[in-house]
């Protein structure tokens, strides 16, 4: 690459939209991190609807059974985000080996003192 072209003004290349010496093959792809939205939507409806609602369920209602089912399936909704949330931290390397790291510390540590788990 011939620096002496490609520096502008102040030693800095200049604005340019022409793409010299390069090619894009194929097109551009917009990803994104479904996981992600789907992990705040489910954690989101489970705590601030679905809880509530549980609660005024049991409240007008007076049935234990309606009151289990309907916890039952926020358990369901809670794990499920839960789930995609270790998944989507496990993307991201930095908070996964910080997470491990803290972890095998807070381990250690219980196992010195001989503190049951």
């Known amino acids: 690459m011939d620096m002496v072209h490609a520096t502008g003004d102040g030693g800095v290349p200049g ?4 793409m010299n010496g390069t090619a894009l093959v194929g097109g551009l792809v917009m ?3 479904k996981a992600s ?6 954690f989101s409806f489970a705590i601030l609807i679905m809880f509530p ?7 007008f209602f007076k049935t234990t059974k309606l009151h289990v089912w ?7 909704f809670v794990i499920t985000g839960f789930a995609l949330g270790i998944y ?3 993307e991201y390397n930095r908070v996964s080996n910080r997470c491990k790291l803290s972890f095998a ?8 003192r001989n503190v049951p788990f």
């Open 37 to 42: 939205i789907i992990h705040a939507i489910l």
């Open 105 to 112: 510390k807070l381990t250690r540590r219980w196992r010195s």
């Open 53 to 59: 609602f549980n609660v005024i369920l049991v409240g």
């Open 70 to 76: 309907f916890s039952g399936l926020i358990m369901i």
């Open 88 to 90: 989507v931290s496990g």
């Open 31 to 33: 990803d994104g991190d």
């Open 15 to 18: 604005p340019s939209t022409t």
